[in-house]
Protein backbone atom coordinates (compact mmCIF):
# COMPACT_ATOMS: atom_id res chain seq x y z
CA UNK A 1 0.00 0.00 0.00
CA UNK A 2 1.45 3.26 -1.15
CA UNK A 3 1.35 6.99 -0.68
CA UNK A 4 -2.28 8.12 -1.08
CA UNK A 5 -3.25 10.23 -4.62
CA UNK A 6 -5.00 11.38 -6.75
CA UNK A 7 -5.11 8.60 -10.00
CA UNK A 8 -7.78 10.32 -12.43
CA UNK A 9 -8.86 13.58 -12.79
CA UNK A 10 -11.74 14.32 -15.03
CA UNK A 11 -13.42 18.13 -15.78
CA UNK A 12 -16.14 18.79 -17.94
CA UNK A 13 -17.68 22.19 -18.90
CA UNK A 14 -15.80 23.93 -16.11
CA UNK A 15 -14.64 27.36 -17.38
CA UNK A 16 -13.08 27.16 -20.47
CA UNK A 17 -12.48 23.44 -20.01
CA UNK A 18 -14.57 21.43 -22.18
CA UNK A 19 -13.91 17.81 -21.97
CA UNK A 20 -10.38 16.88 -20.15
CA UNK A 21 -9.40 13.83 -18.42
CA UNK A 22 -6.12 13.67 -16.99
CA UNK A 23 -4.13 10.39 -14.98
CA UNK A 24 -1.59 10.78 -12.33
CA UNK A 25 1.04 9.39 -11.27
CA UNK A 26 2.83 9.75 -8.01
CA UNK A 27 6.04 11.79 -6.97
CA UNK A 28 6.33 15.43 -8.64
CA UNK A 29 4.32 16.56 -10.71
CA UNK A 30 4.38 19.99 -12.61
CA UNK A 31 2.11 22.30 -15.01
CA UNK A 32 3.41 24.24 -17.38
CA UNK A 33 2.08 26.66 -19.76
CA UNK A 34 2.04 30.06 -21.35
CA UNK A 35 0.05 33.04 -19.45
CA UNK A 36 -3.31 32.61 -19.57
CA UNK A 37 -3.23 29.29 -20.62
CA UNK A 38 -5.52 28.20 -17.95
CA UNK A 39 -3.24 26.84 -15.48
CA UNK A 40 -5.31 28.40 -12.77
CA UNK A 41 -8.38 26.71 -14.30
CA UNK A 42 -7.09 23.12 -13.75
CA UNK A 43 -6.02 24.60 -10.00
CA UNK A 44 -9.32 25.72 -9.91
CA UNK A 45 -11.41 22.53 -11.45
CA UNK A 46 -9.07 20.87 -8.46
CA UNK A 47 -9.96 23.63 -5.87
CA UNK A 48 -13.47 23.19 -6.79
CA UNK A 49 -13.58 19.27 -6.19
CA UNK A 50 -11.69 19.99 -2.89
CA UNK A 51 -15.11 21.44 -1.26
CA UNK A 52 -14.49 25.11 -2.16
CA UNK A 53 -17.47 27.21 -2.47
CA UNK A 54 -18.27 28.32 -6.37
CA UNK A 55 -21.74 29.10 -8.38
CA UNK A 56 -22.58 29.06 -11.49
CA UNK A 57 -20.12 31.41 -13.20
CA UNK A 58 -17.78 28.04 -13.29
CA UNK A 59 -19.84 26.50 -15.91
CA UNK A 60 -18.41 26.66 -19.67
CA UNK A 61 -20.44 29.32 -21.58
CA UNK A 62 -23.62 27.62 -23.03
CA UNK A 63 -23.61 24.68 -21.28
CA UNK A 64 -25.88 23.80 -18.19
CA UNK A 65 -23.67 21.84 -15.87
CA UNK A 66 -20.05 21.93 -15.34
CA UNK A 67 -18.51 18.68 -13.47
CA UNK A 68 -15.44 17.44 -11.50
CA UNK A 69 -14.21 13.98 -10.45
CA UNK A 70 -11.32 12.03 -9.46
CA UNK A 71 -10.17 8.72 -8.63
CA UNK A 72 -8.06 8.55 -5.19
CA UNK A 73 -6.35 5.94 -3.92
CA UNK A 74 -5.95 5.57 -0.34
CA UNK A 75 -2.31 4.58 1.08
CA UNK A 76 -0.60 3.28 4.01
CA UNK A 77 -1.41 6.45 5.78
CA UNK A 78 -4.94 6.71 5.21
CA UNK A 79 -6.34 5.67 8.76
CA UNK A 80 -8.24 8.65 9.17
CA UNK A 81 -9.82 9.21 6.04
CA UNK A 82 -11.09 5.75 6.10
CA UNK A 83 -12.57 5.92 9.74
CA UNK A 84 -14.12 8.78 8.40
CA UNK A 85 -16.14 7.09 5.72
CA UNK A 86 -16.62 4.26 7.85
CA UNK A 87 -18.27 6.17 10.37
CA UNK A 88 -20.75 7.23 7.56
CA UNK A 89 -21.07 4.13 5.59
CA UNK A 90 -19.35 4.45 2.45
CA UNK A 91 -17.04 1.89 1.20
CA UNK A 92 -14.24 1.60 0.35
CA UNK A 93 -13.45 -0.54 -3.23
CA UNK A 94 -10.15 -1.97 -4.26
CA UNK A 95 -8.72 0.64 -2.26
CA UNK A 96 -10.27 3.57 -3.94
CA UNK A 97 -12.67 6.54 -3.93
CA UNK A 98 -14.36 8.07 -6.78
CA UNK A 99 -15.05 11.78 -5.73
CA UNK A 100 -17.74 13.60 -7.85
CA UNK A 101 -19.10 17.01 -7.89
CA UNK A 102 -21.35 18.85 -10.51
CA UNK A 103 -22.82 22.40 -10.13
CA UNK A 104 -26.06 23.42 -12.36
CA UNK A 105 -26.76 26.66 -14.10
CA UNK A 106 -29.59 27.50 -11.25
CA UNK A 107 -26.86 27.35 -8.97
CA UNK A 108 -27.87 23.49 -7.25
CA UNK A 109 -25.10 20.97 -7.46
CA UNK A 110 -24.62 17.67 -6.07
CA UNK A 111 -21.38 15.92 -4.30
CA UNK A 112 -21.09 12.47 -4.11
CA UNK A 113 -18.50 9.89 -2.65
CA UNK A 114 -18.81 6.17 -4.32
CA UNK A 115 -21.96 7.70 -5.64
CA UNK A 116 -23.46 8.49 -2.30
CA UNK A 117 -24.50 11.94 -1.47
CA UNK A 118 -22.65 14.32 0.89
CA UNK A 119 -22.82 17.96 1.56
CA UNK A 120 -19.92 20.25 0.65
CA UNK A 121 -19.00 20.35 4.02
CA UNK A 122 -18.62 16.60 3.88
CA UNK A 123 -16.94 17.01 1.06
CA UNK A 124 -14.39 19.72 2.79
CA UNK A 125 -13.41 17.72 5.61
CA UNK A 126 -12.92 14.52 3.69
CA UNK A 127 -10.82 15.93 1.18
CA UNK A 128 -8.81 17.77 3.65
CA UNK A 129 -7.20 14.34 5.01
CA UNK A 130 -6.04 13.78 1.55
CA UNK A 131 -5.18 17.08 -0.46
CA UNK A 132 -3.60 20.41 0.63
CA UNK A 133 -3.56 23.29 -2.04
CA UNK A 134 -1.39 26.13 -1.57
CA UNK A 135 -3.25 28.87 -4.12
CA UNK A 136 -1.83 31.85 -4.73
CA UNK A 137 -3.70 34.06 -1.97
CA UNK A 138 -2.25 31.52 0.77
CA UNK A 139 0.12 34.06 1.32
CA UNK A 140 -2.03 36.40 2.26
CA UNK A 141 -3.73 34.33 4.91
CA UNK A 142 -0.71 33.39 7.13
CA UNK A 143 0.07 37.06 6.69
CA UNK A 144 -2.30 37.18 9.05
CA UNK A 145 -1.61 37.08 13.01
CA UNK A 146 -4.61 34.78 13.95
CA UNK A 147 -3.56 31.93 11.55
CA UNK A 148 -0.20 32.05 12.92
CA UNK A 149 -1.85 30.08 16.47
CA UNK A 150 -3.78 27.31 13.81
CA UNK A 151 -0.76 26.14 12.43
CA UNK A 152 1.69 25.73 15.17
CA UNK A 153 -1.52 23.75 16.60
CA UNK A 154 -1.35 22.12 13.66
CA UNK A 155 1.89 21.14 13.44
CA UNK A 156 2.41 20.28 16.88
CA UNK A 157 -1.31 17.80 16.49
CA UNK A 158 -3.44 19.88 18.82
CA UNK A 159 -6.29 20.91 16.45
CA UNK A 160 -8.61 18.46 18.33
CA UNK A 161 -7.45 19.70 22.10
CA UNK A 162 -8.13 23.43 20.86
CA UNK A 163 -11.20 22.49 19.40
CA UNK A 164 -12.18 21.27 22.82
CA UNK A 165 -10.88 24.15 24.62
CA UNK A 166 -12.72 26.44 22.61
CA UNK A 167 -16.10 24.59 23.13
CA UNK A 168 -15.71 24.71 27.04
CA UNK A 169 -14.39 28.45 26.70
CA UNK A 170 -17.44 29.55 24.96
CA UNK A 171 -19.66 27.27 27.37
CA UNK A 172 -18.22 29.29 30.24
CA UNK A 173 -18.69 32.43 28.38
CA UNK A 174 -22.32 31.62 28.10
CA UNK A 175 -22.46 30.69 31.32
CA UNK A 176 -21.03 34.09 32.71
CA UNK A 177 -23.58 36.06 30.47
CA UNK A 178 -26.46 34.19 32.03
CA UNK A 179 -24.99 34.73 35.54
CA UNK A 180 -24.81 38.81 34.97
CA UNK A 181 -28.47 38.42 33.68
CA UNK A 182 -29.58 37.01 36.09
CA UNK A 183 -27.88 38.98 38.75
CA UNK A 184 -29.44 42.26 36.82
CA UNK A 185 -32.95 40.87 36.85
CA UNK A 186 -32.65 40.31 40.18
CA UNK A 187 -33.05 44.14 40.69
CA UNK A 188 -36.28 44.03 38.79
CA UNK A 189 -37.57 40.91 39.36
CA UNK A 190 -40.36 41.05 41.64
CA UNK A 191 -41.78 43.99 39.44
CA UNK A 192 -41.43 41.66 36.11
CA UNK A 193 -43.04 38.92 38.45
CA UNK A 194 -46.02 41.46 39.58
CA UNK A 195 -46.30 42.36 35.80
CA UNK A 196 -46.48 38.91 34.81
CA UNK A 197 -48.63 37.70 37.27
CA UNK A 198 -51.34 40.70 36.44
CA UNK A 199 -51.10 39.29 32.88
CA UNK A 200 -51.72 35.84 33.59
CA UNK A 201 -54.49 36.47 35.33
CA UNK A 202 -56.05 38.90 33.81
CA UNK A 203 -56.30 36.65 30.77
CA UNK A 204 -57.32 33.70 32.40
CA UNK A 205 -59.68 35.69 34.07
CA UNK A 206 -61.20 36.69 30.62
CA UNK A 207 -60.74 33.45 28.73
CA UNK A 208 -60.37 33.80 25.44
CA UNK A 209 -61.27 31.19 23.03
CA UNK A 210 -59.24 30.19 19.80
CA UNK A 211 -61.14 32.12 16.87
CA UNK A 212 -63.80 33.27 19.30
CA UNK A 213 -63.62 37.22 18.13
CA UNK A 214 -64.23 35.82 14.25
CA UNK A 215 -67.66 34.27 15.64
CA UNK A 216 -69.06 37.39 17.87
CA UNK A 217 -68.30 39.71 15.02
CA UNK A 218 -70.23 37.66 12.91
CA UNK A 219 -72.79 37.41 15.53
CA UNK A 220 -72.34 41.22 16.29
CA UNK A 221 -72.80 41.39 12.56
CA UNK A 222 -76.19 40.47 12.34
CA UNK A 223 -77.98 41.61 15.85
CA UNK A 224 -76.85 45.00 14.91
CA UNK A 225 -78.82 44.87 11.04
CA UNK A 226 -81.84 43.05 12.67
CA UNK A 227 -84.54 45.79 11.16
CA UNK A 228 -83.06 45.34 7.63
CA UNK A 229 -82.94 41.54 8.56
CA UNK A 230 -86.71 41.08 9.27
CA UNK A 231 -87.70 43.56 6.02
CA UNK A 232 -86.02 40.86 3.75
CA UNK A 233 -87.00 38.16 5.74
CA UNK A 234 -90.48 39.30 5.59
CA UNK A 235 -90.51 39.71 1.74
CA UNK A 236 -89.03 36.49 1.62
CA UNK A 237 -91.87 34.65 3.44
CA UNK A 238 -94.21 36.54 0.65
CA UNK A 239 -93.14 35.25 -1.87
CA UNK A 240 -92.41 31.72 -1.01
CA UNK A 241 -95.74 30.89 0.95
CA UNK A 242 -98.12 34.20 1.78
CA UNK A 243 -99.10 35.86 -0.94
CA UNK A 244 -102.12 34.25 -3.16
CA UNK A 245 -99.85 33.58 -6.04
CA UNK A 246 -96.49 32.31 -4.06
CA UNK A 247 -94.11 29.54 -5.06
CA UNK A 248 -95.48 27.16 -2.72
CA UNK A 249 -98.87 27.74 -4.22
CA UNK A 250 -97.62 27.91 -7.68
CA UNK A 251 -96.01 24.39 -6.87
CA UNK A 252 -99.00 22.81 -5.32
CA UNK A 253 -101.12 23.46 -8.82
CA UNK A 254 -98.24 22.21 -10.91
CA UNK A 255 -97.99 19.45 -9.08
CA UNK A 256 -101.78 18.44 -9.01
CA UNK A 257 -102.10 19.24 -13.08
CA UNK A 258 -99.15 17.49 -13.51
CA UNK A 259 -100.61 14.28 -12.13
CA UNK A 260 -104.02 14.22 -13.97
CA UNK A 261 -101.58 14.64 -17.21
CA UNK A 262 -99.87 11.76 -16.74
CA UNK A 263 -103.18 9.86 -15.83
CA UNK A 264 -103.19 10.10 -19.25
CA UNK A 265 -100.06 9.73 -20.95
CA UNK A 266 -98.32 8.11 -17.83
CA UNK A 267 -95.39 6.73 -20.68
CA UNK A 268 -94.17 10.41 -21.21
CA UNK A 269 -94.85 12.59 -18.53
CA UNK A 270 -93.84 9.62 -15.57
CA UNK A 271 -90.44 11.27 -14.67
CA UNK A 272 -91.60 14.77 -15.24
CA UNK A 273 -94.46 14.39 -12.19
CA UNK A 274 -91.95 12.82 -9.92
CA UNK A 275 -89.44 15.35 -10.30
CA UNK A 276 -92.13 17.65 -9.66
CA UNK A 277 -93.31 15.58 -6.78
CA UNK A 278 -89.79 16.37 -5.37
CA UNK A 279 -89.40 19.42 -5.81
CA UNK A 280 -93.25 20.29 -4.68
CA UNK A 281 -91.97 18.11 -1.27
CA UNK A 282 -88.98 19.98 -1.44
CA UNK A 283 -90.56 23.60 -1.44
CA UNK A 284 -92.92 22.60 1.48
CA UNK A 285 -89.80 21.96 3.90
CA UNK A 286 -88.09 25.09 2.48
CA UNK A 287 -91.18 27.30 3.59
CA UNK A 288 -91.78 25.14 6.79
CA UNK A 289 -87.97 25.52 7.86
CA UNK A 290 -88.09 29.27 6.64
CA UNK A 291 -91.35 29.69 8.68
CA UNK A 292 -89.68 28.62 11.91
CA UNK A 293 -86.26 30.84 11.50
CA UNK A 294 -88.90 33.82 10.83
CA UNK A 295 -91.02 33.35 14.06
CA UNK A 296 -87.90 32.69 16.04
CA UNK A 297 -86.49 35.66 14.74
CA UNK A 298 -86.50 39.06 17.17
CA UNK A 299 -84.59 42.24 18.43
CA UNK A 300 -82.08 41.14 21.34
CA UNK A 301 -80.62 44.77 21.95
CA UNK A 302 -79.13 42.94 25.83
CA UNK A 303 -77.85 40.59 23.33
CA UNK A 304 -75.87 42.79 21.06
CA UNK A 305 -74.70 44.41 24.34
CA UNK A 306 -73.20 41.81 25.73
CA UNK A 307 -71.49 40.50 22.18
CA UNK A 308 -69.83 44.33 21.69
CA UNK A 309 -68.95 44.03 25.40
CA UNK A 310 -66.98 41.18 25.04
CA UNK A 311 -65.56 42.14 21.99
CA UNK A 312 -63.77 44.93 23.46
CA UNK A 313 -62.17 43.20 25.82
CA UNK A 314 -60.81 40.74 23.45
CA UNK A 315 -59.41 43.47 21.73
CA UNK A 316 -58.13 45.01 24.78
CA UNK A 317 -56.51 42.09 25.57
CA UNK A 318 -54.85 41.93 22.10
CA UNK A 319 -53.72 45.24 21.88
CA UNK A 320 -52.00 45.03 25.67
CA UNK A 321 -50.60 41.78 25.26
CA UNK A 322 -49.71 41.17 21.29
CA UNK A 323 -49.66 44.34 19.32
CA UNK A 324 -46.07 45.51 18.59
CA UNK A 325 -44.71 42.32 18.18
CA UNK A 326 -43.71 41.75 14.45
CA UNK A 327 -45.47 39.45 12.13
CA UNK A 328 -47.73 38.85 15.11
CA UNK A 329 -51.45 38.18 14.16
CA UNK A 330 -53.97 40.24 16.31
CA UNK A 331 -56.27 36.94 17.44
CA UNK A 332 -56.92 34.76 20.57
CA UNK A 333 -54.03 32.00 19.77
CA UNK A 334 -51.63 35.14 20.25
CA UNK A 335 -53.00 35.89 23.73
CA UNK A 336 -52.72 32.78 24.45
CA UNK A 337 -49.25 31.86 23.58
CA UNK A 338 -48.26 35.26 25.60
CA UNK A 339 -49.71 33.81 28.76
CA UNK A 340 -47.87 30.51 28.28
CA UNK A 341 -44.64 32.59 27.60
CA UNK A 342 -45.51 34.93 30.90
CA UNK A 343 -46.39 31.97 32.70
CA UNK A 344 -42.75 30.29 31.75
CA UNK A 345 -40.68 33.34 32.91
CA UNK A 346 -42.61 33.54 35.49
CA UNK A 347 -41.62 29.97 36.72
CA UNK A 348 -37.95 30.59 35.30
CA UNK A 349 -38.09 33.86 37.71
CA UNK A 350 -39.02 32.13 40.66
CA UNK A 351 -36.24 29.96 40.76
CA UNK A 352 -33.88 32.28 39.57
CA UNK A 353 -32.02 32.36 43.31
CA UNK A 354 -31.54 28.59 42.64
CA UNK A 355 -30.23 28.68 39.20
CA UNK A 356 -27.83 31.55 40.36
CA UNK A 357 -26.21 29.53 42.71
CA UNK A 358 -25.95 26.17 40.15
CA UNK A 359 -24.65 28.54 37.42
CA UNK A 360 -21.95 30.27 39.97
CA UNK A 361 -20.79 26.57 40.95
CA UNK A 362 -20.86 25.32 37.39
CA UNK A 363 -18.73 28.84 35.93
CA UNK A 364 -16.21 27.77 38.89
CA UNK A 365 -15.44 24.77 37.67
CA UNK A 366 -15.41 25.75 34.58
CA UNK A 367 -12.79 28.12 34.86
CA UNK A 368 -10.61 25.66 36.91
CA UNK A 369 -10.84 23.08 34.02
CA UNK A 370 -10.12 25.91 31.59
CA UNK A 371 -7.05 27.04 33.62
CA UNK A 372 -5.52 23.53 33.68
CA UNK A 373 -6.52 22.98 30.50
CA UNK A 374 -4.85 26.55 28.90
CA UNK A 375 -1.87 25.57 30.97
CA UNK A 376 -1.07 22.27 29.44
CA UNK A 377 -1.76 24.10 25.81
CA UNK A 378 0.53 26.62 26.49
CA UNK A 379 3.39 23.89 27.53
CA UNK A 380 2.24 21.70 24.59
CA UNK A 381 2.84 24.90 22.10
CA UNK A 382 6.37 26.27 23.96
CA UNK A 383 7.86 22.78 22.84
CA UNK A 384 6.28 22.88 19.54
CA UNK A 385 6.95 26.24 18.75
CA UNK A 386 10.76 25.26 19.18
CA UNK A 387 10.78 22.53 16.62
CA UNK A 388 8.47 24.60 14.43
CA UNK A 389 11.28 27.23 14.12
CA UNK A 390 14.39 24.56 13.95
CA UNK A 391 12.44 22.76 11.32
CA UNK A 392 11.28 25.89 8.94
CA UNK A 393 15.08 27.65 9.87
CA UNK A 394 16.85 24.76 8.46
CA UNK A 395 14.20 24.33 5.40
CA UNK A 396 14.32 27.61 4.28
CA UNK A 397 18.26 27.11 4.36
CA UNK A 398 18.21 24.78 1.78
CA UNK A 399 16.01 26.83 -0.33
CA UNK A 400 18.70 29.74 -0.40
CA UNK A 401 18.28 31.17 2.78
CA UNK A 402 21.63 30.02 4.49
CA UNK A 403 21.17 33.32 7.26
CA UNK A 404 17.83 33.30 7.73
CA UNK A 405 15.90 32.26 11.75
CA UNK A 406 12.23 31.73 11.71
CA UNK A 407 10.89 31.88 14.82
CA UNK A 408 7.10 30.61 16.20
CA UNK A 409 6.79 33.24 18.62
CA UNK A 410 5.07 32.20 21.81
CA UNK A 411 3.94 35.08 24.30
CA UNK A 412 1.38 35.00 27.46
CA UNK A 413 -1.66 37.37 26.66
CA UNK A 414 -0.97 38.86 30.39
CA UNK A 415 -2.45 38.89 33.85
CA UNK A 416 -5.30 40.18 35.16
CA UNK A 417 -4.46 43.37 37.87
CA UNK A 418 -7.21 42.39 40.26
CA UNK A 419 -5.99 39.20 40.62
CA UNK A 420 -3.05 37.88 39.23
CA UNK A 421 -4.73 35.35 36.67
CA UNK A 422 -3.46 34.91 33.37
CA UNK A 423 -5.74 35.97 31.07
CA UNK A 424 -7.37 33.23 29.02
CA UNK A 425 -9.01 33.93 25.41
CA UNK A 426 -10.86 31.67 23.04
CA UNK A 427 -8.12 29.19 22.61
CA UNK A 428 -5.74 29.64 25.14
CA UNK A 429 -3.52 31.56 27.38
CA UNK A 430 -1.39 32.31 24.48
CA UNK A 431 -0.85 34.87 21.34
CA UNK A 432 1.21 33.15 18.35
CA UNK A 433 2.92 35.06 16.21
CA UNK A 434 5.44 34.22 13.22
CA UNK A 435 8.77 35.89 13.11
CA UNK A 436 11.68 35.94 10.50
CA UNK A 437 14.88 37.24 10.24
CA UNK A 438 15.87 37.36 6.75
CA UNK A 439 19.71 37.96 6.91
CA UNK A 440 22.44 37.56 9.68
CA UNK A 441 22.57 40.45 12.18
CA UNK A 442 19.02 41.54 11.73
CA UNK A 443 16.29 41.20 14.54
CA UNK A 444 13.02 39.09 14.01
CA UNK A 445 10.42 40.90 12.64
CA UNK A 446 6.83 39.91 11.46
CA UNK A 447 6.32 38.15 8.38
CA UNK A 448 4.80 41.06 7.05
CA UNK A 449 7.79 42.98 7.02
CA UNK A 450 9.50 40.79 4.46
CA UNK A 451 10.10 42.97 1.75
CA UNK A 452 11.15 39.91 -0.58
CA UNK A 453 8.40 38.51 -2.57
CA UNK A 454 11.11 35.14 -3.40
CA UNK A 455 11.87 35.09 0.48
CA UNK A 456 8.29 35.05 1.53
CA UNK A 457 7.44 32.25 -1.35
CA UNK A 458 10.17 30.24 0.16
CA UNK A 459 8.92 30.86 3.36
CA UNK A 460 5.61 29.74 3.20
CA UNK A 461 6.99 27.39 1.35
CA UNK A 462 8.52 25.41 4.26
CA UNK A 463 5.36 26.53 6.19
CA UNK A 464 3.11 24.27 3.89
CA UNK A 465 5.49 21.63 3.60
CA UNK A 466 6.63 21.56 7.17
CA UNK A 467 2.47 21.39 8.11
CA UNK A 468 2.16 18.57 5.75
CA UNK A 469 4.54 16.54 7.69
CA UNK A 470 6.94 16.73 4.53
CA UNK A 471 9.76 17.83 6.45
CA UNK A 472 11.58 15.06 7.43
CA UNK A 473 13.78 15.13 4.44
CA UNK A 474 17.79 14.18 5.23
CA UNK A 475 20.74 16.37 4.21
CA UNK A 476 22.70 14.41 2.41
CA UNK A 477 21.23 15.83 -0.88
CA UNK A 478 19.94 12.24 -2.46
CA UNK A 479 16.32 12.05 -3.71
CA UNK A 480 15.94 8.67 -2.12
CA UNK A 481 17.67 9.25 1.18
CA UNK A 482 14.16 9.86 3.11
CA UNK A 483 13.42 8.94 6.76
CA UNK A 484 9.71 9.25 7.53
CA UNK A 485 9.54 8.70 11.24
CA UNK A 486 8.52 12.26 11.99
CA UNK A 487 5.99 12.28 9.15
CA UNK A 488 2.14 12.59 10.83
CA UNK A 489 0.58 10.11 10.07
CA UNK A 490 -2.85 12.28 9.77
CA UNK A 491 -1.02 14.82 6.91
CA UNK A 492 -2.25 14.59 3.19
CA UNK A 493 -0.10 12.85 0.95
CA UNK A 494 -1.05 15.32 -1.92
CA UNK A 495 0.20 19.00 -2.14
CA UNK A 496 -0.60 21.48 -4.68
CA UNK A 497 1.07 24.67 -5.06
CA UNK A 498 -0.01 27.10 -7.58
CA UNK A 499 3.22 29.35 -8.64
CA UNK A 500 5.25 29.10 -5.74
CA UNK A 501 7.83 29.86 -7.57
CA UNK A 502 6.67 33.90 -7.31
CA UNK A 503 9.43 36.38 -6.99
CA UNK A 504 12.31 33.85 -7.41
CA UNK A 505 14.76 32.88 -9.89
CA UNK A 506 18.27 31.79 -10.60
CA UNK A 507 20.00 29.38 -7.91
CA UNK A 508 17.23 29.99 -5.75
CA UNK A 509 14.75 28.35 -8.27
CA UNK A 510 17.13 25.49 -8.32
CA UNK A 511 17.22 24.58 -4.61
CA UNK A 512 13.37 24.78 -4.45
CA UNK A 513 13.04 22.61 -7.38
CA UNK A 514 15.42 20.43 -5.58
CA UNK A 515 13.37 20.89 -2.37
CA UNK A 516 9.70 20.27 -3.94
CA UNK A 517 11.31 16.71 -5.96
CA UNK A 518 12.77 15.18 -2.60
CA UNK A 519 9.41 16.14 -1.20
CA UNK A 520 8.19 14.08 -4.33
CA UNK A 521 9.60 11.05 -2.79
CA UNK A 522 7.53 10.95 0.29
CA UNK A 523 4.72 12.58 -1.10
CA UNK A 524 2.39 13.66 -4.42
CA UNK A 525 3.40 17.00 -5.49
CA UNK A 526 1.33 19.16 -8.10
CA UNK A 527 2.81 22.02 -8.99
CA UNK A 528 2.11 25.01 -11.34
CA UNK A 529 5.41 27.24 -12.55
CA UNK A 530 6.90 29.23 -14.82
CA UNK A 531 10.62 28.31 -14.22
CA UNK A 532 11.99 25.56 -16.29
CA UNK A 533 15.00 25.38 -13.62
CA UNK A 534 11.97 23.80 -11.25
CA UNK A 535 10.41 22.07 -14.30
CA UNK A 536 13.49 19.68 -15.12
CA UNK A 537 12.78 18.54 -12.00
CA UNK A 538 9.78 17.34 -12.30
CA UNK A 539 8.75 13.01 -12.73
CA UNK A 540 5.93 13.61 -14.69
CA UNK A 541 5.17 17.50 -16.78
CA UNK A 542 1.74 18.24 -18.35
CA UNK A 543 1.50 21.04 -20.58
CA UNK A 544 -1.76 23.73 -20.34
CA UNK A 545 -2.74 24.82 -24.07
CA UNK A 546 -5.10 27.16 -25.30
CA UNK A 547 -6.69 27.09 -28.47
CA UNK A 548 -9.67 28.18 -30.87
CA UNK A 549 -12.05 26.04 -32.71
CA UNK A 550 -15.09 26.91 -34.60
CA UNK A 551 -14.94 30.17 -32.77
CA UNK A 552 -14.70 29.21 -29.43
CA UNK A 553 -11.71 29.06 -26.93
CA UNK A 554 -11.02 25.94 -24.58
CA UNK A 555 -7.97 24.94 -22.67
CA UNK A 556 -6.27 21.51 -23.06
CA UNK A 557 -3.51 19.34 -21.19
CA UNK A 558 -0.83 17.02 -22.54
CA UNK A 559 1.56 14.90 -21.27
CA UNK A 560 4.88 15.74 -22.53
CA UNK A 561 7.71 12.86 -22.71
CA UNK A 562 10.86 13.10 -24.82
CA UNK A 563 10.95 16.21 -27.34
CA UNK A 564 8.13 17.57 -26.73
CA UNK A 565 8.84 18.10 -23.37
CA UNK A 566 12.77 19.36 -24.52
CA UNK A 567 10.47 22.07 -26.53
CA UNK A 568 8.38 22.85 -23.60
CA UNK A 569 11.51 23.51 -21.20
CA UNK A 570 13.31 25.32 -23.95
CA UNK A 571 10.38 27.93 -24.30
CA UNK A 572 10.51 28.47 -20.54
CA UNK A 573 14.22 29.09 -21.09
CA UNK A 574 13.80 31.46 -23.95
CA UNK A 575 10.12 32.33 -25.00
CA UNK A 576 11.21 30.40 -28.32
CA UNK A 577 10.57 26.25 -28.41
CA UNK A 578 12.54 26.35 -31.72
CA UNK A 579 16.10 27.60 -31.25
CA UNK A 580 18.92 25.59 -31.68
CA UNK A 581 20.35 27.42 -28.02
CA UNK A 582 17.20 26.99 -26.40
CA UNK A 583 16.65 23.53 -26.87
CA UNK A 584 20.69 22.40 -26.15
CA UNK A 585 20.06 24.62 -22.82
CA UNK A 586 17.01 22.61 -22.39
CA UNK A 587 18.22 19.06 -23.27
CA UNK A 588 21.69 19.95 -20.63
CA UNK A 589 19.08 20.45 -18.03
CA UNK A 590 17.38 17.26 -18.52
CA UNK A 591 20.24 15.37 -18.85
CA UNK A 592 21.76 16.79 -15.62
CA UNK A 593 18.77 16.06 -13.69
CA UNK A 594 18.44 12.54 -15.30
CA UNK A 595 14.85 13.46 -15.90
CA UNK A 596 14.90 13.14 -19.65
CA UNK A 597 15.34 8.97 -19.23
CA UNK A 598 11.31 9.50 -18.25
CA UNK A 599 10.96 10.22 -22.52
Known amino acids: ?21 LSFEGGFNILTGETGAGKSIIVGSLSFLLGAKAGAEVIRTGAEEA ?51 VTRNDLEEFMAFLCDLHGQHAHESL ?41 SSERDRETRLEVLTYAVEEIAAAAPVSGESRDLEAEAARLGSFERLAAQVNGAASV ?78 KKKYVQGAPGTALDEDAVLAYKAAAEAEIEALSGAEENRDKLKAEIGALEKEIAARAAALSAKRAAAS ?4 KGITAIIARLGMPNAK ?21 WGADDVEFLISANAGEPLKELSRIASGGEL ?14 DSLEENGSRNAVSENDVF ?92 AALAHAEALLSKYKWSLHG
Open 240 to 317: LFEEEVSVLSLARRARSALESAAAIDEGGLAAIRQRMEDLYYEAEDLVEEFRSYRDGLSSDPERLEEVEARLALLYRL
Open 489 to 580: DSSPETLIFDEIDTGIGGEVALAVGDYLARIGTVKQIFCVTHLASIAVRADNHFKVEKHSEGGRTATAVSVLRGDARREEIARMLAGDSGGE
Open 1 to 21: MGVTMLEELRVRNFALIDSLA
Open 386 to 389: ARLG
Open 143 to 183: MRKENHRRCLDRFAGLESEAAEFNRLFLILADRKKAFEASV
Open 67 to 117: GVSAVVSLGRRSADAEAWLAARDIPVEDGRIIVRRTIKSTGRGGIYLQNIP
Open 457 to 470: SRVMLAIKTILAGA
Open 406 to 426: FSAALNAKGKKQETGALIIGP
